[in-house]
């Protein structure tokens, strides 16, 4: 949590933090943007990976990101 989300709930620590939802894409997004690149790259080269598909499952267009 940021200083400012503790300050806006003061009773933060009784329940540990705070839980945050994010939707499936921007989970995803997320995700990525957290990987490293040698994590983006085995994902890449897995066996019958197809840049389309994972586009349209994650909303990741890999092939701006690398040369696919």
Do not use: C
């Not at 939707?23 to 080269?45: H, S």
């Not at 389309?52 to 696919?68: N, P």
Request: aromatic share 14%.
């Amino acid at each position: 949590m940021t200083e400012a989300e503790k300050f806006a709930d003061p009773h933060f620590y009784v329940r540990g933090g705070q839980l945050r939802k994010r939707g499936y894409k921007e989970a995803w997004r997320y995700a990525w943007d957290n990987a490293t690149q040698e994590d983006k790259r085995l994902i890449l080269t897995l066996p019958n990976f197809d840049a389309d598909v994972f586009h349209e499952i994650s909303g990741i267009d890999v092939r701006t990101e690398f040369k696919i």
